[in-house]
């Protein structure tokens, strides 16, 4: 089970960081993802990390601006994110994929339920 944290409401060029625990255990061959979906849009992936050897994967559009990290000890993954623009609004959602690295949502087993993210000119 994984459980996302950390949306809210920030302006243009504001930080946010999004959290995400998971209460089973990941095993080094997994990947951890971030989504988002917006209002009328298809859900995209945002940024992924292979858990055992770190890994880091983005999205065109946020690169740069947005970092994946992930803390064995707390068995969590965190999205810290930077200069925030409006289209980045979106919820924001964790998700785990057993079988390695997928920019596709399709692949994923396990998800978050989702964290509101609010980026207001």
């Known amino acids: 089970q994984l459980q996302a944290c950390g949306g809210g409401l920030v302006l243009t060029g504001g930080s946010l960081r999004l959290s995400c625990a998971a209460s089973?255990?990941?095993?080094?061959?997994?990947?951890m993802g971030w989504f988002r979906k917006a209002p009328g849009k298809d859900r995209e992936f945002v940024a992924g990390i292979r858990w055992g050897v770190g890994n880091t994967y983005y999205a065109d559009s946020v690169k740069g601006r947005f970092t994946i990290s992930r803390n064995k000890a707390d068995n969590a993954v965190h999205l810290q994110m930077n200069d925030l623009k409006p289209e980045d609004t979106a919820v924001y959602y964790c998700?785990?994929?057993?079988?390695?690295?997928?920019?596709?949502?399709?692949?994923?087993?396990?998800w978050g339920q989702g964290t509101l993210v609010t980026v207001s000119s």
């Open positions: 998700a785990m994929n057993r079988q390695g690295l997928s920019y596709s949502g399709g692949d994923y087993d396990h």
């Open positions: 089973g255990r990941i095993f080094s061959s997994h990947f």
